[in-house]
């Protein structure tokens, strides 16, 4: 399975722009980045729900719109929206809304309703108590497991979720990665998963993308993002996860500056307005993707990291160390 | 202002039932107490109670399917009595909150900037243009970019976390004397996240505001809060400072709750969970909610309601296990130990 060139333009905003990424068969790619930088618009892109204006999406070999449907990739791929209650639909119950797909497919009705009472098993909502509930009845957490269940319902081989556990609790949000896990090996299911807590995407991902402003600025496996933090906004990120000391809580923000306008992005490396290391190059020339360390399958875009960029940091490779 | 030893917010013995195909008893007999300038975080089992209970503090359960008793007060306002006007000036000046979903909250046909700007006017006398100009301002404060450009913006023009940033500041709009903040920053990036954290933080010392904070990630809580409450199925079963509940947690919900944390956890490795789901709630609870799940279950859990023990100023804890530890305790009927 392969994810080709997206590159989205409106006059507006570039919401997603050059993004590359492929995501290989059976394996789970995390992605993380500020808020606004295009992690959603990039997940709306693979179930073609946003147009591409340019570039290519390839599934399974079949590129979309030359061997690929839209209802073709649609039989393969589904998502897991992040507003939980936005995306379900308020006149149909639980049972009708996670039964509606397989129904269309032309599963008969009985057993379309059994599937949806076994799925809602699976995600902990017992069916005798909740199958006949409409949304608005359901906590958030709960909406958010009926739309894990709606997705899983269409047997997909690709699931896309988009911020899918962060209204559960610990202990819910645990059962349920559990169950993407079972899923995972039991049909060999590829995922993407989009999520603002690091420590889940941590445990959930073979490899970590990190986006900054409609750019992808690092990706590897999740180790090696986890240990270099090679791009400056991945240090950042990091730095910023929430302390789990009562007695030393985090009193200065590790990212200052207000995040650009991305209707108008910053030139060069988008992220020299609020860089620590910058320097005039970075404001200048857009840095390349160069390998970490040489590892072929660990990527950053950071002057710092090419040996030609002229950065003064880059001089015969030296690597900048994560920042505190 | 008011006396800080003052509560800002009490609830007494709240219960919330709704009625519709079936009856789900959703708050049970909850008490909570909040000094104006305190910042407090309930943690808890999705579905069991948080949101309904903030919700029920801004009057904004449905009325027909809803009975509703207990007594609620804020900074001295009977809430239960309020309507009318009344109600309209408290929701927004004397209490605002911060929705889960933005969807509920912001209007899809109006731009932010005027949603802001129609909260201010409401409760105070300002123009139009001071109004916008307020706007303006709140949305800097919770770091938007291009807030010129974004107060034209409507809500689905923006990105989750933008939205959520903007309810942030339609909620602080008015500088109430209660903010109630149900998840509000699940849909921030971490670098985000603890930039509005320390906002509130910030806001919260400034207004001299109390805080009701909702949220599952304890890392959050540990960064904004100075109390803790846990809620199971529709009350509270254990309250302490941070650092009591984070480094002695006592009731065995909680102590399942922080040992699901994935903090440590190795990829591939099963999490651990708390076994079993919680109660069905058609029925008001008439023991211990938690015994069916609970591996210290004794006979007397299942048969009656656990006395709440009270082991420190501020400190509670509602389990049968604090027997023997704690000096004092609340509950009328205490059952004879086994
Ligand atoms: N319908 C739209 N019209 C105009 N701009 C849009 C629209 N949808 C999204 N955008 C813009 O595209 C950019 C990327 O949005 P997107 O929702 O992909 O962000 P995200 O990374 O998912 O953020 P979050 O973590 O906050 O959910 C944002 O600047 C957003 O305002
Ligand atoms: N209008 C309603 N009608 C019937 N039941 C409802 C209604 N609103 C909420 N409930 C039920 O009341 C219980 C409490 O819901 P609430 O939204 O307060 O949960 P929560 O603690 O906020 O959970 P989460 O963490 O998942 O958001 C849930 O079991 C929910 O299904
Ligand atoms: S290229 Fe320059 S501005 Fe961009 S991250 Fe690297 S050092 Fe910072
Ligand atoms: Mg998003
Ligand atoms: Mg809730």
């Given at each position: 399975?392969?994810?080709?060139?997206?590159?989205?333009?409106?006059?507006?905003?570039?919401?997603?722009?050059?993004?590359?990424?492929?995501?290989?068969?059976?394996?789970t790619?995390?992605?993380?980045?500020?808020?606004?930088?295009?992690?959603?618009?990039?997940?709306?892109?693979?179930?073609?729900?946003?147009?591409?204006?340019?570039?290519?999406?390839?599934?399974?070999?079949?590129?979309?719109?030359?061997?690929?449907?839209?209802?073709?990739?649609?039989?393969?791929?589904?998502?897991?929206?992040?507003?939980?209650?936005?995306?379900?639909?308020?006149?149909?119950?639980?049972?009708?809304?996670?039964?509606?797909?397989?129904?269309?497919?032309?599963?008969?009705?009985?057993?379309?309703?059994?599937?949806?009472?076994?799925?809602?098993?699976?995600?902990?909502?017992?069916?005798?108590?909740?199958?006949?509930?409409?949304?608005?009845?359901?906590?958030?957490?709960?909406?958010?497991?009926?739309?894990?269940?709606?997705?899983?319902?269409?047997?997909?081989?690709?699931?896309?979720?988009?911020?899918?556990?962060?209204?559960?609790?610990k202990?819910?949000e645990a059962q349920v990665l559990n169950l993407l896990r079972e899923?995972k090996d039991?049909?060999?299911?590829?995922?993407?998963?989009?999520?603002?807590?690091?420590n889940v995407?941590r445990y959930v991902s073979d490899?970590?993308?990190?986006?900054?402003?409609?750019?992808?600025?690092?990706?590897?496996?999740v180790a090696?993002?986890?240990?270099?933090?090679?791009?400056?906004?991945?240090?950042?990120?990091?730095?910023?996860?929430?302390?789990?000391?009562?007695?030393?809580?985090?009193?200065?923000?590790?990212?200052?500056?207000?995040?650009?306008?991305?209707?108008?992005?910053?030139?060069?490396?988008?992220?020299?307005?609020?860089?620590?290391?910058?320097?005039?190059?970075?404001?200048?020339?857009?840095?390349?993707?160069?390998?970490?360390?040489?590892?072929?399958?660990?990527?950053?875009?950071?002057?710092?990291?090419?040996?030609?960029?002229?950065?003064?940091?880059?001089?015969?490779?030296?690597?900048?160390?994560?920042?505190? | 202002?008011?006396?800080?030893?003052?509560?800002?917010?009490?609830?007494?013995?709240?219960?919330?039932?709704?009625?519709?195909?079936?009856?789900?008893?959703?708050?049970?007999?909850?008490?909570?107490?909040?000094?104006?300038?305190?910042?407090?975080?309930?943690?808890?089992?999705?579905?069991?109670?948080?949101?309904?209970?903030?919700?029920?503090?801004?009057?904004?359960?449905?009325?027909?399917?809803?009975?509703?008793?207990?007594?609620?007060?804020?900074?001295?306002?009977?809430?239960?009595?309020?309507?009318?006007?009344?109600?309209?000036?408290?929701?927004?000046?004397?209490?605002?909150?911060?929705?889960?979903?933005?969807?509920?909250?912001?209007?899809?046909?109006?731009?932010?900037?005027?949603?802001?700007?129609?909260?201010?006017?409401?409760?105070?006398?300002?123009?139009?243009?001071?109004?916008?100009?307020?706007?303006?301002?709140?949305?800097?404060?919770?770091?938007?970019?291009?807030?010129?450009?974004?107060?034209?913006?409507?809500?689905?023009?923006?990105?989750?976390?933008?939205?959520?940033?903007?309810?942030?500041?339609?909620?602080?709009?008015?500088?109430?004397?209660?903010?109630?903040?149900?998840?509000?920053?699940?849909?921030?990036?971490?670098?985000?996240?603890?930039?509005?954290?320390?906002?509130?933080?910030?806001?919260?010392?400034?207004?001299?505001?109390?805080?009701?904070?909702?949220?599952?990630?304890?890392?959050?809580?540990?960064?904004?809060?100075?109390?803790?409450?846990?809620?199971?199925?529709?009350?509270?079963?254990?309250?302490?400072?941070?650092?009591?509940?984070?480094?002695?947690?006592?009731?065995?919900?909680?102590?399942?709750?922080?040992a699901s944390n994935l903090h440590d956890a190795d990829a591939g490795e099963t999490l651990s969970s708390?076994?079993?789901?919680?109660?069905?709630?058609?029925?008001?609870?008439?023991?211990?909610?938690?015994?069916?799940?609970?591996?210290?279950?004794?006979?007397?859990?299942?048969?009656?309601?656990?006395?709440?023990?009270?082991?420190?100023?501020?400190?509670?804890?509602?389990?049968?296990?604090?027997?023997?530890?704690?000096?004092?305790?609340?509950?009328?009927?205490?059952?004879?130990?086994?």
């Amino acid at each position: 399975m392969r994810k080709g060139i997206f590159n989205r333009k409106t006059n507006a905003v570039r919401a997603v722009d050059g993004v590359s990424f492929t995501v290989a068969k059976g394996e789970t790619l995390g992605i993380v980045g500020e808020s606004g930088c295009g992690k959603s618009t990039t997940a709306r892109l693979l179930v073609g729900l946003e147009g591409i204006d340019a570039g290519d999406l390839i599934f399974d070999g079949d590129r979309l719109g030359v061997d690929l449907s839209l209802k073709d990739l649609w039989d393969g791929v589904q998502m897991v929206f992040q507003d939980s209650y936005a995306s379900l639909n308020p006149r149909l119950t639980i049972e009708e809304t996670i039964a509606f797909g397989p129904k269309m497919r032309g599963v008969a009705a009985d057993e379309a309703r059994r599937l949806a009472h076994e799925l809602l098993g699976r995600v902990g909502l017992a069916p005798a108590r909740f199958a006949g509930r409409y949304p608005h009845e359901l906590s958030g957490g709960q909406r958010q497991r009926v739309n894990i269940a709606r997705s899983l319902a269409m047997k997909p081989r690709l699931i896309i979720l988009d911020e899918a556990v962060s209204a559960l609790d610990k202990s819910v949000e645990a059962q349920v990665l559990n169950l993407l896990r079972e899923l995972k090996d039991e049909f060999g299911l590829t995922y993407v998963f989009i999520s603002h807590d690091l420590n889940v995407v941590r445990y959930v991902s073979d490899r970590i993308m990190v986006m900054y402003l409609g750019e992808v600025v690092e990706i590897g496996p999740v180790a090696a993002v986890w240990e270099k933090r090679a791009h400056p906004y991945t240090a950042a990120l990091f730095a910023a996860m929430p302390s789990m000391d009562p007695d030393n809580r985090t009193e200065v923000p590790p990212l200052a500056g207000d995040p650009p306008n991305p209707i108008d992005p910053p030139s060069g490396c988008r992220f020299h307005t609020r860089c620590s290391f910058a320097e005039p190059v970075c404001g200048k020339t857009r840095p390349k993707s160069v390998a970490v360390d040489g590892a072929a399958d660990h990527d950053a875009a950071c002057h710092m990291l090419d040996p030609i960029s002229g950065h003064s940091k880059s001089a015969g490779g030296s690597r900048l160390e994560a920042a505190e | 202002m008011t006396d800080p030893t003052a509560n800002l917010l009490e609830i007494e013995n709240l219960e919330v039932r709704f009625h519709g195909e079936r009856t789900v008893h959703a708050i049970n007999g909850l008490d909570l107490e909040l000094k104006s300038g305190e910042v407090m975080t309930i943690l808890g089992e999705s579905g069991s109670g948080k949101s309904v209970t903030l919700k029920a503090l801004l009057k904004l359960l449905p009325e027909r399917r809803t009975a509703m008793s207990g007594s609620m007060t804020v900074g001295g306002i009977d809430v239960m009595a309020l309507k009318g006007r009344a109600l309209s000036d408290y929701r927004g000046k004397t209490v605002s909150m911060i929705f889960q979903e933005p969807a509920l909250a912001l209007d899809p046909v109006y731009t932010i900037g005027d949603q802001i700007a129609e909260a201010v006017m409401r409760h105070e006398r300002v123009s139009k243009k001071d109004a916008l100009a307020r706007a303006l301002d709140m949305l800097k404060r919770v770091r938007i970019p291009s807030p010129e450009s974004r107060l034209k913006n409507y809500p689905h023009e923006m990105s989750g976390g933008m939205r959520q940033r903007a309810m942030i500041a339609l909620a602080l709009a008015c500088k109430p004397d209660l903010l109630l903040a149900d998840e509000p920053t699940t849909a921030l990036d971490a670098t985000v996240q603890i930039q509005v954290l320390l906002l509130l933080r910030e806001l919260q010392k400034e207004f001299g505001m109390g805080i009701v904070f909702v949220t599952h990630d304890i890392g959050v809580a540990v960064e904004i809060s100075d109390r803790i409450a846990v809620m199971y199925a529709g009350n509270i079963v254990e309250e302490g400072t941070v650092g009591e509940i984070i480094k002695d947690p006592r009731h065995p919900y909680t102590k399942g709750l922080l040992a699901s944390n994935l903090h440590d956890a190795d990829a591939g490795e099963t999490l651990s969970s708390i076994p079993g789901s919680p109660p069905p709630l058609d029925v008001k609870p008439d023991h211990c909610s938690f015994a069916p799940r609970c591996a210290h279950a004794e006979e007397r859990c299942l048969s009656a309601l656990p006395p709440v023990f009270k082991p420190g100023p501020g400190r509670r804890v509602a389990c049968i296990l604090e027997e023997g530890r704690a000096p004092q305790r609340l509950g009328q009927r205490l059952p004879e130990p086994a």
